[in-house]
């Protein structure tokens, strides 16, 4: 009996050995960092999302408990007020912060004397630790001992003293200075390094063109900062709807809640009352707000490459 | 470079090296796996005594030399014991319970620590603490009893899980001489402390209660709580399973806070501002007349200001109608770790039964400002002092936070967000009715009680 004997070949690989080793040097590469980012974003954020839909307290493994906490916390008292308050100290913090930033860059990118001076001076609230920043904005309105009390009563221009933190229209604003004084050089000091490097010959041919100031500045400057300020922006947006030490050491969210904002209330809940799941569910109620911020900056930038 | 280091860097391939590097790696990683010998002349036939370590977390309290007597109590133990200690003790209470929180978490708990008493029912769902019942039955037995708030905060499900070392208590500090100056006695009732404050007062220098409308003052929703009970309100019943906040007594204690203490004008101006530390400092101060502390105002006074310390008039709260209540709460409970192994859990337990003893305590106590939570100390002299009188007084008769009901972790919860405060704050500040108030806090009451067993 013939034995038909299947002579096939096996298939034969397209990838040169070359080209696979090379792949898997390029894997190897990228490995350290996918490894971070499964660690240090990955997981985390998971976790975090995890947590939010379970009833763990600190020290229990805590039940599945679905969308409860996120339910709870839209009953809380005052939940729109602390959104309200977050998002205003974001929005008009980084509002003001990018015109005082940009006019510190404008300041400082003219030559005079005592630049490199004044350069160092604005950069003192950034450097200054944020509590030590925030015990000085407290000192500086105490009621009792405060600077502003105290020179507003010796100076006569004030008959009484002002409890500028007690003052629930005024507490909200009070955070919002500290935020930008405490800011706004990072807004200053990256305009001003982005307008170092805008082509002195654009501003030249405009002026022999008879572009005044205001001209040059919205039609050169600003459009050649675009990407700084996009950055900016963001970036401080994030860090600034994230702000903690401020509030919690200069109001504590006082008075009557009228400068609670989310990471104070996530503290309260995760390490105060060790309810780390309602506490997780805190932040990732704010997350989609954040992460559609990022994709449309990100889809500008792209845009624009 | 010399010669010599030039000949041997340039015989020394980086290979080599490597292989080099990696044999002194693993030599070096054998020789820490392999026990380390006697050393010569020390007896190596002998077994050498095992080393016993402790892990101790204490926390800073307002009176720093009673800290200092404490501190070098459990040192001295641990010499005398030949116990190797390590002894965490610069925290304050509130950064002592995050720390808390995160080791809880993780699993990294010292072998004791103390405890603020206020944290207890929350940490218990956790498990974390040993059970210290034959320890507290000990001291109990030796030291003539606990007082009842220390065993009522000791106690979770019929076993105690911590020792109360002190009880603190909150009373009525008052300017004794600016009360004689306008012919006044100390108030009893709560309304003649508002007379009093109204008609002593002299603003906008001299207000008169020290009183906060913060919901960053603790101190303050201390005492509209305890004047809450004073009108017969309380947050839940007795079992602590019903909230029963929306009553009329609460409605009447509202309606006081409002036309009498708020509407005659006796807070000062920055109470909205106030924290745990504003009180204290505008008594110091001398801005207002009266607040309602701990005694850290009067250890304050008494090492900084000897004549307003002599001055000052301790009292309990003024009663409501329906009686005075007076808060005890315990600033120090010691706690053992079940997570410690079962010498370390001994060594914590004989270190307690040291502190306990009256050469290590009586010194304690007497510069701690607290009361003692056991009764035999009630017998030393200095509570003839009619300053501090008070706050043994206070301490033996005095309430929890979540009275009439035990402390747990729903009340915890509740309580942590000045809730009695918070209805305050909603009339004055937000403008709601009183009725909105009451419902508001009887509806956040009950969802958080929701969420527990209960």
Known sequence: MAVEVSLKRPPVSTVSPARRQEAVQGYLLVLPIIVLFVCLIFYPFFSAIWLSMTDKTIGTTGDFVGFANYRWLLRWPDFELMLLNTWTIAFVGVAIKFVVGMAMALLLNVEFRGRMIMRGLFMLPWAVPTFVATLTWRWLYDYQNGVINTIATGTGLSDTRVSFLGNPDFALIAVIILVVWKGFPFFGISYLAGMQGIPREMYEAAEVDGANAWARFFYITLPSLRHVIMITCLLSLIWTSNTFEMVYLLTGGGPSNRTQVFTLMTYKLGIENMRIGEASAVPMMFFPLLAGLIVIVSRYMMKED | ?454
């Open chain 2, 1 to 454: 470079m010399n010669q010599a280091n030039k000949s041997f860097t340039n015989h020394l391939s980086r290979r080599a090296f490597l292989k080099a590097s990696a044999g002194a790696a693993a030599t070096a990683a054998l020789a820490a796996c392999v026990p380390a010998a006697a050393p010569a002349g020390e007896g190596g036939a002998s077994e050498p005594a095992p080393a016993r370590n402790l892990t101790v977390w204490a926390h800073r309290s307002f009176a720093p030399p009673a800290d200092e007597i404490l501190l070098n109590n459990i040192q001295t133990w641990a010499t005398e014991n030949g116990v190797d200690l390590e002894l965490v003790a610069e925290i304050e209470v509130p950064t002592m319970n995050d720390r808390l929180v995160a080791a809880i978490e993780s699993g990294n708990l010292p072998d004791m620590s103390a405890i603020a008493g206020g944290r207890i029912a929350l940490h218990y769902p956790a498990n974390i603490y040993a059970d210290v019942s034959d320890l507290y039955a000990d001291l109990a037995e030796e030291y003539g009893g606990f007082f009842r708030p220390a065993e009522q905060m000791a106690t979770i499900d019929g076993s105690q899980w911590v020792i109360p070392y002190s009880i603190d208590t909150s009373l009525m500090h008052y300017r004794q001489d600016i009360l004689d100056e306008n012919g006044l006695s100390v108030p009893t009732t709560w309304d003649e402390f508002v007379n009093a404050m109204e008609t002593a007062q002299n603003p906008p220098d001299l207000y008169g209660a020290g009183i906060g409308l913060n919901l960053a003052a603790g101190d303050a929703e201390n005492t509209f709580k305890l004047m809450l009970l004073g009108f017969g309100g309380a947050w839940s019943n007795e079992a602590g399973n019903e909230i029963v906040i929306n009553s009329e007594a609460t409605h009447e204690w509202l309606n006081y806070v409002i036309t009498n203490i708020w509407e005659r004008g006796i807070l000062p101006p920055n109470a909205f501002e106030y924290d745990n530390a504003t009180n204290n400092a505008d008594y110091q101060n001398g801005s207002v007349i009266a607040v309602h502390n701990p005694a850290s105002v009067l250890v304050w006074l008494l090492e900084n200001n000897p004549e307003m310390a002599a001055n000052t008039a301790i009292a309990g709260v003024p009663a409501g109608p329906e009686g005075a209540f007076n808060s005890a709460g315990i600033r120090v409970c010691w706690s053992i770790f079940n997570s410690a192994s079962e010498e370390n859990q001994q060594l914590s337990g004989d270190l307690l039964r040291y502190l306990w003893e009256p050469a290590q305590y009586e010194p304690w106590i007497a510069l701690a400002f607290a009361s003692p939570a056991l009764a035999q100390y009630e017998e030393m002299e200095m509570w003839d002092d009619p300053q501090r009188a008070g706050f043994l007084e206070a301490a033996k008769t005095g309430v929890l936070s979540a009275h009439p009901s035990p402390i747990t972790p729903a009340s915890s919860e509740l309580l942590s967000r000045n809730p009695t405060l918070a209805m305050v704050l909603r009339v004055i500040i937000d403008e709601w009715t009183m009725e909105e108030a009451i419902a508001e806090a009887e509806t956040v009451a009950m969802d958080i009680y929701s969420k527990y067993d209960l």
